[in-house]
Structures are given as C-alpha cells and as structure tokens.
C-alpha cells in the first residue's frame, strides 16, 4: 500500500537554531514528493517538491528538502528557523496511476520559540 | 487576485440539511479537487475534475456529489448533512499534462454541523 508517515506529532525548535521535519513513505514506482506549510485558519501552501534529479530540493521560505532513496525519505529542512515558521507541515506523496492523486502525511506542528 | 476560491468560509448547519460549498479557480488549470481535513487535521482527497470530468472518487457516501460546471469551478453539494461531515473542505487545483504538478488550496470551508 502507498503512504507517506510523519513520525513526529510536534517539533520544537529554538529560532535561529535549524530545524527537521521527518517524512518517510512507501510508493511503487519512482516517487514524486511535496511538501506544504498550513498556516492556522489557512488552507496549505506548496513549499517544494521531488520529481527527478538532484536529491536536495530548494523551495520557497529558504526551505529545502533531502531526497534519500535507500532510507525512502524526504526530510524537510531549514539552517535557521523564524518563528514565523511556526505552521502545520504536510509531506505528500503522488500515487502511481496518474490523475495527481496525493496522499498525506498526518501532518507535524513546528512550533519555533524565541 | 485570489488564485483559488472558496465560498463560503464558514456553513453552520443543522442535521438533515443539504447543503453546497462553491470553488472558483483563475490559473488556468484544468484539474481541480476537494479535500476533508478532519478535527486532527488529517486530509483526504474526496473527488477530483480534469476539464469537466470526474477521475478521482474516493470511498465517500453518495450524499456527496460534485459538479463541475466549467473546468474554473467546482462545486460539492451535500445532502442530509451528518455531525460527521462535520470538517473543513479544501478546494485546490493544478495545471494538467504535468507530472507531479503542485496543486493549489483554497482558504477553506469550515462546515459545523449541530
């Protein structure tokens, strides 16, 4: 079955320090991965996403992510966090098939003190 | 310019009504979804419209039913609403022929029913 775990309910980080949001997942065929913010009372926002080639992703808000075939991850990162980063983050994967059917991650709450 | 738009933001409603939430999309695209994204923030892919035609039907009861009258709208309507129904419904929307498209939320719909 194809789905996409976010082992962390809630990450912590002090701002300035960097931060990791985790995301594993489980697709046939070769996996097209995404990220995206949800600001409260927002709807999400895409942040980057993983098709093909280089295995760091640079996407908006200085946010990149790390494509890891062998450990089938897709972590999310940044070298120094904001509080304005604080938001719920989704890590999404496209199931094989067609028609950009995605399929989320239960979501991790980034929480960024100052 | 709002690229994805929903109405209303908030329907609060009784058991056994029926009721419609409308979404309007101005980028071009061909291909549009509803989302539910429960109490726990979980999000779900509902339906989905490539250019007027329905390709994506998640398990979701018969008193659901979207309609897409142009392939800028898409539009559910929900008969004999449920406490259950109860959730927020995304609208999002992404360009067609591309692999791995990102797609494109509206603000969302935050439905109460009592």
């Known amino acids: 079955a194809q789905s996409v775990a976010q082992p962390e309910d809630q990450v912590n980080v002090a701002e300035g320090n960097p931060l990791t949001v985790k995301c594993t997942y489980s697709?046939?065929?070769?996996?097209?991965l995404f990220w995206y913010v949800q600001y409260p009372n927002r709807g999400l926002q895409f942040l980057l996403k993983?098709?093909?080639?280089?295995?760091l992703v640079k996407g908006s808000y200085g946010f990149e992510a790390e494509f890891n075939k062998s450990q089938t991850s897709f972590h999310l990162k940044k070298p120094s966090a904001l509080v304005s980063d604080s938001a719920l983050y989704f890590c999404?994967?496209?199931?094989?098939?067609?028609?950009?059917?995605?399929?989320f991650g239960a979501g991790t709450r980034l929480a960024v003190h100052p | 310019d709002t690229a994805v738009s929903q109405t209303p933001k908030y329907l609060v409603t009784q058991m056994g009504n029926d009721k419609s939430i409308k979404c309007e999309q101005n980028?071009?695209?061909?291909?549009m979804y509803w989302y539910k994204q429960d109490s726990k923030k979980f999000l779900k892919i509902m339906f989905s419209?490539?250019?007027?035609?329905?390709?994506i039907n998640e398990t979701v009861p018969n008193r659901f039913s979207p309609k897409s009258p142009d392939k800028a709208h898409l539009n559910l309507h929900i008969n004999s609403l449920e406490l259950g129904d109860s959730a927020v419904y995304f609208c999002?929307?992404?360009?067609?022929?591309?692999?791995?498209?990102?797609?494109?939320f509206g603000p969302g719909t935050r439905l109460t029913v009592t």
């Open positions: 999002a929307s992404s360009a067609p022929g591309l692999a791995g498209a990102e797609q494109y």
């Open positions: 419209y490539n250019n007027k035609e329905l390709i």
């Open positions: 980028l071009g695209h061909d291909t």
């Open positions: 697709v046939s065929g070769n996996p097209y």
């Open positions: 999404a994967v496209r199931v094989s098939g067609g028609y950009n059917k995605l399929i």
């Open positions: 993983y098709i093909t080639g280089d295995n």
